[in-house]
């Protein structure tokens, strides 16, 4: 499958921005979707995942009660809806994809397929 991430741009403190993630392929139902984020001078972290069926979601702690994830397999697509947004947001967003079981959403090494990346900038 390949990934490929838009939605990025510049939005002041406290906005919003939906993140996309659109893959090619027939199978994309079959395929658990995370995202992940690097920030400038930092390590990739987990952001948010989301099982094949979109029955269960997962999001980091930095994250939680202000970002969530969804999908829509008849587009394909996956979706990162990111609300009141920080500073500490800033970073390149990245969505990843594995089929198959998901015991680990939070770590980067069981994703094998990963999108180019998509710059958000918080910033006033």
């Known amino acids: 499958v390949q990934l490929q991430a838009s939605g990025g741009g510049l939005v002041q403190p406290g906005g919003s921005l939906r993140l996309s993630c659109a893959a090619s392929?027939?199978?994309?139902?079959?395929?658990?979707m995370g995202w992940f984020r690097q920030a400038p001078g930092k390590e990739r972290e987990f952001v948010s995942a989301?099982?094949?069926?979109?029955?269960?979601?997962y999001f980091a702690d930095s994250v939680k009660g202000r970002f969530t994830i969804s999908r829509d397999n008849a587009k394909p697509t996956v979706y990162l809806q990111m609300n009141s947004l920080k500073p500490e947001d800033t970073a390149v967003y990245y969505c990843?994809?594995?089929?198959?079981?998901?015991?680990?959403?939070?770590?980067?090494?069981?994703?094998?397929?990963w999108g180019q990346g998509t710059l958000v900038t918080v910033s006033s």
């Open positions: 392929g027939r199978t994309f139902s079959r395929y658990n």
């Open positions: 989301i099982t094949w069926s979109g029955g269960i979601t």
């Open positions: 990843a994809a594995v089929v198959g079981s998901l015991p680990n959403p939070t770590s980067q090494s069981v994703y094998d397929y």
